[in-house]
């Protein structure tokens, strides 16, 4: 049976992904009650946990750990204080890997994490605990997500695997929000016509829907400009790839924050038939 925890699951992106490639949730833990609600209301088996703290209980051996642990403390947007940061998650997530014992470990980061000496830290615990361990930096919109998002990912287990394989096409947001430009408040982007995979999307409620090119600068009141209208959350969240029905918990701020956080769920897709296929499984 190929069974999963989801270790830092949020609203649950990866978990999709996951469940899609045929795999079976025994646990997706967060600490974070909003999160978890959408988890349940998904249909996994969603646990409100800290994770710096051991899980209670008995686990049945499972195939597979998958962990997105916050990017925050990595991110190049922040201070970058990696291990110093208190968010940072891989301290907890050995202590977890060394309980549950997984068969495969599977973990996504935001890509700027790669080549920090911390990264390389990273990597050799995780090598002194599997035998093959490869991390590759992927971008999701070669994955049939209409967002340019770079993920670092790290697949790691007892048997040599080939790389997560690119899907054949590319998806446009126009394929959901027909012809326009996409562009963020607040940043130096230029605006996207929406015929291109659009720009990273955040936990910010910032992204606007344009009709005409707003250019490099944004009017004043950009929410009451005639030609603009922000994305909601359901919107943005079909552009992480997920699907139309996910069952987000919280309020609309709550709701971008587990879709801006989300692993999109096809990228999580590719990677898990990565090792899937490595250990005999076949479509
Ligand atoms: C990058 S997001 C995960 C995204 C998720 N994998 C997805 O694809 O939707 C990181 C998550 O870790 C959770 N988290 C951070 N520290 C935690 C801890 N100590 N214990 C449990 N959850 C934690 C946050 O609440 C957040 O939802």
Same mark, same amino acid.
Not at 45 to 61: A, E, M, N, Q
Not at 136 to 141: G, K, P, T, Y
Not at 200 to 207: E, P
């Given at each position: 049976m190929f069974t999963v925890v989801d270790l830092f699951a949020g609203g649950g992106g990866a978990s999709v992904g996951l469940r899609h490639a045929g795999l079976r949730h025994v646990l997706s833990v967060d600490f974070w009650e909003r999160a978890v609600e959408t988890l349940i209301a998904s249909g996994f088996p969603g646990y409100h946990h800290d994770l710096s703290k051991p899980i209670p209980g008995w686990l049945p051996p499972v195939w597979a750990v998958w962990a997105s642990p916050p990017c925050q403390p990595h991110s190049?947007? /922040? $201070?970058? *204080? /990696? $291990?110093? =940061? #208190?968010? %940072? /998650?891989y301290g907890a997530l050995f202590d977890q890997i060394d309980r549950i014992k997984p068969r495969w470990l599977m973990t996504e980061n935001t890509s700027? *994490? %790669? /080549?920090?000496d911390y990264w390389a830290e990273v990597l050799e615990k995780i090598r002194a605990r599997f035998e093959f361990v490869e991390a590759f930096v992927l971008n999701a919109r070669d994955y049939g997500v209409p967002q340019d998002r770079a993920r670092l990912i790290c697949i790691a287990g007892p048997r040599p695997f080939e790389p997560p394989k690119i899907a054949w096409g590319r998806l446009a947001p126009s394929a959901f929000l027909g012809d326009g430009f996409l562009r963020a408040e607040q940043s130096g982007a230029t605006a996207r016509s929406t015929s291109e995979v659009c720009q990273t999307i955040t936990a910010a409620r910032n992204l606007y829907f344009w009709k005409t090119n707003p250019g490099r600068r944004l009017p004043r009141d950009t929410c009451k400009h005639p030609d603009a209208r922000i994305l909601s959350p359901y919107e943005t969240a079909w552009l992480q790839g997920? #699907? *139309? =029905?996910?069952p987000f918990r919280g309020t609309l701020g709550e709701m971008q924050t587990q879709v801006g956080n989300a692993c999109p769920p096809p990228l999580a897709y590719a990677v898990a038939r990565a090792a899937m296929e490595a250990d005999g499984f076949s479509w």
């Amino acid at each position: 049976m190929f069974t999963v925890v989801d270790l830092f699951a949020g609203g649950g992106g990866a978990s999709v992904g996951l469940r899609h490639a045929g795999l079976r949730h025994v646990l997706s833990v967060d600490f974070w009650e909003r999160a978890v609600e959408t988890l349940i209301a998904s249909g996994f088996p969603g646990y409100h946990h800290d994770l710096s703290k051991p899980i209670p209980g008995w686990l049945p051996p499972v195939w597979a750990v998958w962990a997105s642990p916050p990017c925050q403390p990595h991110s190049r947007n /922040g $201070k970058r *204080l /990696g $291990k110093e =940061d #208190p968010r %940072d /998650g891989y301290g907890a997530l050995f202590d977890q890997i060394d309980r549950i014992k997984p068969r495969w470990l599977m973990t996504e980061n935001t890509s700027h *994490l %790669d /080549g920090t000496d911390y990264w390389a830290e990273v990597l050799e615990k995780i090598r002194a605990r599997f035998e093959f361990v490869e991390a590759f930096v992927l971008n999701a919109r070669d994955y049939g997500v209409p967002q340019d998002r770079a993920r670092l990912i790290c697949i790691a287990g007892p048997r040599p695997f080939e790389p997560p394989k690119i899907a054949w096409g590319r998806l446009a947001p126009s394929a959901f929000l027909g012809d326009g430009f996409l562009r963020a408040e607040q940043s130096g982007a230029t605006a996207r016509s929406t015929s291109e995979v659009c720009q990273t999307i955040t936990a910010a409620r910032n992204l606007y829907f344009w009709k005409t090119n707003p250019g490099r600068r944004l009017p004043r009141d950009t929410c009451k400009h005639p030609d603009a209208r922000i994305l909601s959350p359901y919107e943005t969240a079909w552009l992480q790839g997920f #699907p *139309l =029905d996910h069952p987000f918990r919280g309020t609309l701020g709550e709701m971008q924050t587990q879709v801006g956080n989300a692993c999109p769920p096809p990228l999580a897709y590719a990677v898990a038939r990565a090792a899937m296929e490595a250990d005999g499984f076949s479509w």
